[in-house]
């Protein structure tokens, strides 16, 4: 019913750049929410960021400053400017959104993208 596909990860040096970018498409949803989770090595999944469809954004503590989530909402998609990458960012990176049918809200992830920055 929603499939999300995500581009852009890879290998990059510490302080380098990466893009994430998400698309949704879904016939019968509204989307609402988007964003990005990641998960580390042995480590639960965990917030990246997210934008909701009123443009209100919410930061993990330690991307704050290096890292900004965007939305083009006409194309159903989010992106994920990555600045100044550090080791510790290495992880797979989960799109996100929140979609709506009436009053019902159901939740979906892409398939993940592996990051990995290099010291």
């Known amino acids: 019913q929603v499939q999300l596909v995500e581009s852009g990860g890879g290998l990059v040096q510490a302080g380098g750049s990466l893009r994430l970018s998400c698309a949704a498409s879904?016939?019968?949803?509204?989307?609402?929410?988007m964003g990005w989770y990641r998960e580390h090595p042995g480590k639960q999944r965990g917030l990246v960021a997210i934008?909701?469809?009123?443009?209100?954004?919410n930061y993990a503590d330690s991307v704050k400053g290096r890292f900004t989530i965007s939305r083009d909402s006409a194309k159903n998609t989010v992106l994920l400017q990555m600045n100044s990458l550090k080791p510790e960012d290495t992880a797979v990176y989960y799109c996100?959104?929140?979609?709506?049918?009436?009053?019902?809200?159901?939740?979906?992830w892409g398939q993940g993208t592996q990051v990995t920055v290099s010291s």
């Open positions: 879904t016939s019968i949803f509204s989307i609402n929410d």
């Open positions: 934008i909701t469809a009123g443009g209100s954004i």
């Open positions: 996100y959104a929140i979609v709506s049918s009436g009053s019902r809200k159901y939740q979906y």
